[in-house]
């Protein structure tokens, strides 16, 4: 985003706090085995009374079930007395665990009238949480264990499970250095209220909370000045019919440029933005009614600073910010301090305004330990380049395969469009967060950037009468 002079002010999209979906589970106690036969997907034993095999919560892939000795099938309910227990099915592959899993059980002795061999042991899971395996293999799909009087009913089988940090199955993808995306067309229109003439929707910030899109965004006001919105919609399809929520008349409305994020260490949300670094909380960000006042964010600054982003690893919390002339600032404080001013800043990229201008994110990306930053460049088209780094306080460097115009790290080189072209310029966005915490983490494997474009028959003209408008990237490969 821009200074007033002509720089596009970042909107704050208030990004709605989802959590990310971890997958967690029960372990219960393993219960004595009967005649160990195969194990199914947790299903029940009978021969004679029999319980019902418990069902199997979600979490990683399982292994094939160790190959057992006769005998029932080993439910997660109480012990069959009674009764010869049959043969056990062999164990369905693909089924899940609980957490690293062991199976859980009701009470119950061990049976009678059959032999007492232990069942067999289990494959590791794979793809999910890595704690220590259940004894007698991992369930499996469906297994059914037949024999003796009657046949045990195999428990019915889990999901696919997330993994320790809430990834879908375990999947993994490495740290990104090499970009295509393809974008759809524009997602939505500005909607002026009454007495005001809104040109553009621009400068999001876009998080997942409770199943709906938070996106607050920047507007030119042309009876006016610059704006904020804050718009709230299930999908991107129902984006464009989507109220806007117009903030002018707001403690907070004069925000441009914010980050927002959920700070857990205090359970509240906070909204960073620009023109002197300021920030407002609250605890509930669907509401821009409930905003506090905004707070300075900043002392000791160098002047001119735009485009704020806030960003927490486990001990500390950095501030980052553009200055629209090659630079790129850092400030940081104790994650206990926080929310507060932020003292000082030190200048971490110096380059020129051709390269480096405005609208910094950094994000934390999930499964790496690393950090990603992309930087606005000046100049038409518009377009980002990337850097990485192992730290929040370390040397954040260019990544080769995304650092120039050619080979960006989004920009009209490296962007498909479904039919024409709807813009040259890949400008202003946020990356759309599930996991709207202050570690700003992404996921490799899903990433979408919610940003903005323009007519290419547009004449730059003065910036803020530029209509620009929402897109939606996907990273392709």
Same mark, same amino acid.
Request: hydrophobic share 30%; proline share 7%; with cysteine.
């Given at each position: 985003?821009?200074? !007033?002079?002509?720089?596009?002010?970042?909107?704050?999209?208030?990004?709605?706090?989802?959590?990310?979906?971890?997958?967690?589970?029960?372990?219960?106690?393993?219960?004595?085995?009967?005649?160990?036969?195969?194990?199914?997907?947790?299903?029940?034993?009978?021969?004679?009374?029999?319980?019902? #095999?418990?069902?199997?919560?979600?979490?990683?892939?399982?292994?094939?079930?160790?190959?057992?000795?006769?005998?029932?099938?080993?439910?997660? *309910?109480?012990?069959?007395?009674?009764?010869?227990?049959?043969?056990?099915?062999?164990?369905?592959?693909?089924?899940?665990?609980? &957490?690293?899993?062991?199976?859980?059980?009701?009470?119950?002795?061990?049976?009678?009238?059959?032999?007492?061999?232990?069942?067999?042991?289990?494959?590791?899971?794979?793809?999910? =949480?890595?704690?220590?395996?259940?004894?007698? #293999?991992?369930?499996?799909?469906?297994?059914?264990?037949?024999?003796?009087?009657?046949?045990?009913?195999?428990?019915?089988?889990?999901?696919?499970?997330?993994?320790?940090?809430?990834?879908?199955?375990?999947?993994?993808?490495?740290?990104?250095?090499?970009?295509?995306?393809?974008?759809?067309?524009?997602?939505?229109?500005?909607?002026?209220?009454?007495?005001?003439?809104?040109?553009?929707?621009?400068?999001?910030?876009?998080? $997942?909370?409770?199943?709906?899109?938070? +996106?607050?965004?920047?507007?030119?006001?042309?009876?006016?000045?610059?704006?904020? !919105?804050?718009?709230?919609? @299930?999908?991107?399809?129902?984006?464009?019919?989507?109220?806007? &929520?117009?903030?002018?008349?707001?403690? +907070?409305?004069?925000? +441009?440029?914010?980050?927002?994020?959920?700070?857990?260490?205090?359970?509240?949300? +906070?909204?960073?933005?620009? %023109? *002197?670094?300021?920030?407002?909380?609250?605890?509930?960000?669907?509401?821009?009614?409930? %905003?506090?006042?905004?707070?300075?964010?900043?002392?000791?600054?160098?002047?001119?600073?735009?485009?704020?982003? $806030?960003?927490?690893?486990?001990?500390?919390?950095?501030?980052?910010?553009?200055?629209?002339?090659?630079?790129?600032?850092? =400030?940081?404080?104790?994650?206990?301090?926080?929310? #507060?001013?932020?003292?000082?800043?030190?200048?971490?990229?110096?380059?020129?305004?051709?390269?480096?201008?405005?609208? $910094? @994110?950094?994000?934390? $990306?999930?499964?790496?330990?690393?950090?990603?930053?992309?930087?606005?460049?000046? *100049? %038409?088209?518009?377009?980002?380049?990337?850097?990485?780094?192992?730290?929040?306080?370390?040397?954040?460097?260019?990544?080769?395969?995304?650092?120039?115009?050619?080979?960006?790290?989004?920009?009209?080189?490296?962007? &498909?469009?479904?039919?024409?072209?709807?813009?040259?310029?890949?400008?202003?966005?946020?990356?759309?967060?599930?996991?709207?915490?202050?570690? /700003?983490?992404?996921?490799?494997?899903?990433? /979408? !950037?919610?940003?903005?474009?323009?007519?290419?028959?547009?004449?730059?003209?003065?910036?803020?009468?530029?209509?620009?408008?929402?897109?939606?990237?996907?990273?392709?490969?």
């Amino acid at each position: 985003m821009r200074s !007033l002079t002509g720089r596009s002010l970042g909107l704050c999209v208030a990004l709605a706090m989802g959590t990310g979906t971890a997958c967690t589970s029960n372990p219960g106690h393993t219960p004595p085995a009967g005649t160990g036969g195969n194990w199914g997907s947790r299903g029940s034993a009978t021969g004679g009374i029999s319980s019902t #095999g418990g069902i199997q919560s979600s979490g990683g892939a399982a292994g094939l079930g160790g190959t057992a000795n006769a005998g029932g099938t080993h439910g997660s *309910g109480g012990a069959a007395t009674g009764g010869t227990p049959g043969t056990g099915g062999l164990a369905g592959s693909s089924g899940t665990s609980d &957490t690293g899993g062991t199976s859980s059980s009701t009470t119950g002795g061990n049976p009678t009238g059959g032999s007492t061999t232990q069942p067999g042991t289990g494959g590791n899971p794979t793809g999910g =949480s890595t704690t220590q395996p259940g004894t007698g #293999g991992m369930g499996g799909s469906s297994g059914t264990g037949t024999g003796g009087d009657s046949s045990g009913t195999g428990g019915r089988s889990g999901t696919a499970g997330s993994s320790n940090d809430g990834g879908a199955g375990g999947d993994t993808c490495p740290f990104p250095t090499s970009f295509q995306w393809s974008s759809s067309g524009p997602l939505a229109q500005p909607k002026s209220p009454a007495g005001h003439t809104l040109v553009s929707l621009k400068d999001f910030t876009n998080v $997942v909370h409770n199943g709906q899109h938070i +996106v607050y965004a920047t507007a030119f006001d042309s009876t006016a000045s610059w704006t904020s !919105l804050v718009i709230l919609f @299930q999908d991107w399809p129902d984006f464009a019919s989507a109220p806007q &929520t117009w903030m002018g008349n707001l403690t +907070v409305g004069s925000t +441009v440029a914010p980050t927002l994020f959920y700070f857990t260490p205090k359970d509240i949300w +906070v909204l960073i933005t620009q %023109w *002197g670094i300021r920030y407002a909380t609250s605890t509930d960000p669907t509401d821009p009614s409930k %905003w506090s006042a905004l707070q300075p964010g900043l002392t000791g600054g160098p002047g001119g600073e735009i485009d704020p982003t $806030v960003i927490c690893d486990s001990t500390d919390c950095y501030l980052f910010f553009a200055t629209s002339n090659g630079q790129i600032h850092r =400030s940081s404080m104790q994650i206990g301090q926080f929310p #507060g001013a932020f003292s000082g800043s030190t200048p971490i990229i110096n380059e020129t305004k051709a390269t480096v201008n405005e609208a $910094v @994110q950094v994000y934390a $990306v999930k499964g790496t330990g690393k950090y990603l930053m992309f930087v606005e460049s000046d *100049g %038409w088209p518009r377009y980002f380049r990337a850097y990485s780094a192992d730290s929040l306080g370390g040397t954040f460097t260019a990544i080769p395969g995304a650092s120039t115009r050619e080979t960006p790290f989004a920009g009209k080189s490296n962007v &498909t469009f479904t039919g024409a072209a709807w813009t040259d310029d890949i400008s202003h966005g946020d990356m759309v967060r599930s996991d709207p915490s202050e570690t /700003q983490t992404i996921d490799p494997c899903n990433m /979408q !950037l919610l940003y903005q474009g323009r007519d290419p028959s547009q004449n730059p003209k003065p910036y803020e009468q530029l209509a620009f408008l929402p897109g939606l990237l996907t990273l392709t490969q």
